[in-house]
T-cell receptor, first 114, second 115 residues
Framework: GDSVTQMEGPVTLSEEAFLTINCTYT??????LFWYVQYPGEGLQLLLK?????DKGSNKGFEATYRKETTSFHLEKGSVQVSDSAVYFCALSDRDNYGQNFVFGPGTRLSVLP | SAVISQKPSRDICQRGTSLTIQCQVDSQVTMMFWYRQQPGQSLTLIAT?????????ESGFVIDKFPISRPNLTFSTLTVSNMSPEDSSIYLCSVVRQGTVDEQYFGPGTRLTVT
């Protein structure tokens, strides 16, 4: 079945540092890929998405590129802020014989220090 | 995006009792889901709430323990029945809006503690 793997956290960075959170996936079909963010005490928010190979999703300074050849969707940000401290989930959506299928990674906790 | 509210936002319950969580969306949606998120963990899908029919449960979850209703396109409830401390978790409602097929939007969650 489909699966999503993320780098283990927690990740601790200083403000203005460069962020990369690795995500790889396995899927039987041609999935859409997502990054969700969960701030403390809140539900998940859709951060960005990409639906086909070489698409780049971007939002709030975050970017991720759909790499079909390496089955990856790594999240990057050039300069993190304290307010970016949250848990980040990589996810995919695929269609199988039973309908639309959603799979979430385990999440990566990011802490940004001032 | 869709605006999703959940009630209650948190509760502390005694073992053996039941709690019903409500999920209300501000627009019509095609799919509604219920997830559980245990502390520090990722999301586990409990079931898909189907309008006007029985929910579709994932492996490890049963209707007697987690009865779900979805009487219309914008509202659903999840009941956690005969609770034990192992049910302490965050319960999240999510939806897929009409016009999209793969973007999920999440409610703020209900934090349940069972003592």
């Amino acid at each position: 079945g489909d699966s999503v793997t993320q780098m283990e956290g927690p990740v601790t960075l200083s403000e203005e540092a460069f962020l990369t959170i690795n995500c790889t996936y396995t899927a039987t079909g041609y999935p859409s890929l997502f990054w969700y963010v969960q701030y403390p005490g809140e539900g998940l928010q859709l951060l960005l998405k990409a639906t086909k190979a070489d698409d780049k999703g971007s939002n709030k300074g975050f970017e991720a590129t759909y790499r079909k050849e390496t089955t990856s969707f790594h999240l990057e940000k050039g300069s993190v802020q304290v307010s970016d401290s949250a848990v980040y989930f990589c996810a995919l959506s695929d269609r199988d014989n039973y309908g639309q299928n959603f799979v979430f990674g385990p999440g990566t906790r990011l802490s940004v220090l001032p | 995006s869709a605006v999703i509210s959940q009630k209650p936002s948190r509760d502390i319950c005694q073992r053996g009792t039941s709690l019903t969580i409500q999920c209300q969306v501000d627009s019509q949606v095609t799919m509604m889901f219920w997830y559980r998120q245990q502390p520090g963990q990722s999301l586990t899908l409990i079931a898909t709430a189907n309008q006007g029919s029985e929910a579709t449960y994932e492996s490890g979850f049963v209707i007697d323990k987690f009865p779900i209703s979805r009487p219309n396109l914008t509202f659903s409830t999840l009941t956690v029945s005969n609770m034990s401390p192992e049910d302490s978790s965050i319960y999240l409602c999510s939806v897929v809006r009409q016009g999209t097929v793969d973007e999920q939007y999440f409610g703020p969650g209900t934090r349940l503690t069972v003592t």
